[in-house]
């Protein structure tokens, strides 16, 4: 796995810009007991949008023929499960920073369609990875009240789930950037 170009420090600047605390590691690492036996129901409704949304399913196609590639969806959806469990592990480490620049080159030219050696389109273009920011933590919030949390609890879960995947789709843009604009 490639070494992030961006510090921990940076890392810390950017997430106190973005109000990012002690209190959102604290919901985060809630919602793990909450979400470790939903993933899978989870997923159903993650992947049920983007299958219903031809301008996203478009990335998982294959390049020549234009049709899903089932196969890749399958495999990227596993670790998909594995992320969703790590985000709510709230882990800020140097290894977690390192696979988010791992994700975000994944989602580029760089190493899309590498891990999974698939004939897939070359890019996810990079508009796109903010926007889902949206659907992907708005999807999970009736998860979060499914264990018997208190609405205030749900609601700091939500919070502090939506600003790491903002946060982490920010990390993810770095290799789309011109050096040094970053
Ligand atoms: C907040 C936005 C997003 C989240 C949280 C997210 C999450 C993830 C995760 C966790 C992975 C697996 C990383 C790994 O290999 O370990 C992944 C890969 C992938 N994502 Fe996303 N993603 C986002 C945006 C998008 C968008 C907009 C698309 C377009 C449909 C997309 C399509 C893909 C594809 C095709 C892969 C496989 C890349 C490859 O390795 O070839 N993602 N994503």
Request: net charge positive; no cysteine; charged share 25%.
């Amino acid at each position: 796995m490639a070494r992030s170009p961006f510090s921990l420090e940076e890392l810390k600047l950017l997430q106190q810009a973005m109000l990012f605390g002690e209190e959102d590691i604290k919901y985060l690492r809630m919602s793990y007991a909450i979400l470790k036996d939903q993933t899978n129901d989870i997923l159903d409704v993650w992947y049920g949008f983007v299958g219903a949304t031809p301008q996203l399913v478009y990335f998982f196609s294959n390049k020549n023929t234009g049709k899903l590639d089932g196969e890749y969806l399958a495999k990227v959806r596993e670790r998909f499960a594995a992320w969703i469990l790590q985000t709510a592990e709230a882990k800020y480490d140097q290894q977690w920073l390192d696979y988010q620049y791992e994700i975000g080159l994944r989602h580029y030219t760089t190493k899309k369609n590498k891990t999974d050696n698939v004939n897939s389109v070359p890019v996810i273009n990079f508009r796109y990875i903010p926007a889902l920011t949206i659907p992907v933590t708005t999807t999970l919030k009736p998860f979060l009240a499914k264990k018997g949390a208190g609405a205030e609890d749900v609601d700091k879960m939500y919070t502090a789930w939506l600003k790491s995947v903002l946060l982490q789709s920010i990390l993810w843009g770095q290799p789309y950037m011109k050096k040094g604009e970053y």
